[in-house]
């Protein structure tokens, strides 16, 4: 599903220059001042973790996961796709799935009513001109969404590797799922390598590298690796 990227980037604190009669003052000045751009970061940092529905800590630790591999395999990923792909607990991972539908929902509910406004202002500007008729959410802000592919594959795998060169070249978005990573980066990194995976599709989000984390166990798809996947009405089905 679409991700969402309405995430602000956090404001530097002003700097203040002051200019004092003497030494003394200039310290003085300077020592009040900082406490309150101190304060400043803190609201910041507490009004941006509101909006995504989670606790300062959990904001915390989703700028820690992007400061590595994930990161480095995913740049785009919004807090809660982030912590929900390394949630340490089924708990947490259903916690996170929640807050990402409940966030989802109200996104496309807001467009759906600047799409009313917009067809209203078409109306008003040109009533003679009717709209071309396409379906309900067709409009220059609301397109449908690629589908999205999960791949899963294990670490020494020639046909994983083939397949997942397959997908590559046939354009398509999909998240890369080593399923025997051992949580180590440098195995995903070097089986990234040995399938050939462009990095600058790794930068632009269209394809996603990560260690499974017993995703591959959660899902319940029957058969052996490489797994082609994808979410129909909920349900995860085999290609």
Request: glycine share 6%; net charge neutral; with cysteine.
């Given at each position: 599903?679409?991700?969402?990227?309405?995430?602000?980037?956090?404001?530097?604190?002003?700097?203040?220059?002051?200019?004092?009669?003497?030494?003394?003052?200039?310290?003085?000045?300077?020592?009040?001042?900082?406490?309150?751009?101190?304060?400043?970061?803190?609201?910041?940092?507490?009004?941006?973790?509101?909006?995504?529905?989670?606790?300062?800590?959990?904001?915390?630790?989703?700028?820690?996961?992007?400061?590595?591999?994930?990161?480095?395999?995913?740049?785009?990923?919004?807090?809660?796709?982030?912590?929900?792909?390394?949630?340490?607990?089924?708990?947490?991972?259903?916690?996170?799935?929640?807050?990402?539908?409940?966030?989802?929902?109200?996104?496309?509910?807001?467009?759906?009513?600047?799409?009313?406004?917009?067809?209203?202002?078409?109306?008003?500007?040109?009533?003679?001109?009717?709209?071309?008729?396409?379906?309900?959410?067709?409009?220059?802000?609301?397109?449908?969404?690629?589908?999205?592919?999960?791949?899963?594959?294990?670490?020494?795998?020639?046909?994983?590797?083939?397949?997942?060169?397959?997908?590559?070249?046939?354009?398509?978005?999909?998240?890369?799922?080593?399923?025997?990573?051992?949580?180590?980066?440098?195995?995903?990194?070097?089986?990234?390598?040995?399938?050939?995976?462009?990095?600058?599709?790794?930068?632009?989000?269209?394809?996603?590298?990560?260690?499974?984390?017993?995703?591959?166990?959660?899902?319940a798809v029957q058969g052996d690796l490489p797994a082609v996947v994808h979410r129909v009405n909920g349900t995860?089905?085999?290609?």
């Amino acid at each position: 599903m679409s991700r969402l990227r309405f995430l602000p980037s956090l404001m530097m604190p002003m700097c203040f220059v002051v200019h004092a009669l003497d030494s003394a003052s200039h310290v003085s000045i300077e020592t009040r001042s900082k406490p309150l751009s101190d304060a400043v970061i803190t609201d910041q940092k507490k009004r941006l973790a509101e909006q995504w529905g989670l606790e300062e800590e959990e904001l915390e630790r989703y700028r820690t996961l992007m400061q590595g591999p994930l990161g480095t395999y995913s740049p785009n990923l919004d807090p809660l796709s982030a912590l929900g792909i390394e949630a340490r607990t089924e708990a947490e991972r259903h916690r996170y799935a929640l807050l990402q539908v409940d966030a989802e929902a109200a996104r496309v509910e807001k467009l759906l009513v600047y799409q009313r406004a917009y067809d209203q202002a078409w109306k008003e500007r040109h009533p003679k001109l009717e709209l071309v008729s396409l379906p309900p959410l067709s409009s220059p802000l609301l397109t449908k969404p690629t589908e999205r592919k999960a791949v899963f594959v294990r670490y020494d795998c020639p046909e994983c590797v083939a397949k997942v060169r397959q997908l590559q070249g046939s354009g398509g978005m999909f998240d890369l799922y080593i399923v025997d990573s051992q949580h180590d980066d440098r195995r995903i990194r070097q089986w990234a390598q040995n399938a050939g995976i462009a990095p600058d599709k790794v930068r632009s989000g269209i394809i996603t590298i990560n260690h499974d984390n017993g995703r591959w166990g959660s899902i319940a798809v029957q058969g052996d690796l490489p797994a082609v996947v994808h979410r129909v009405n909920g349900t995860w089905i085999r290609q």
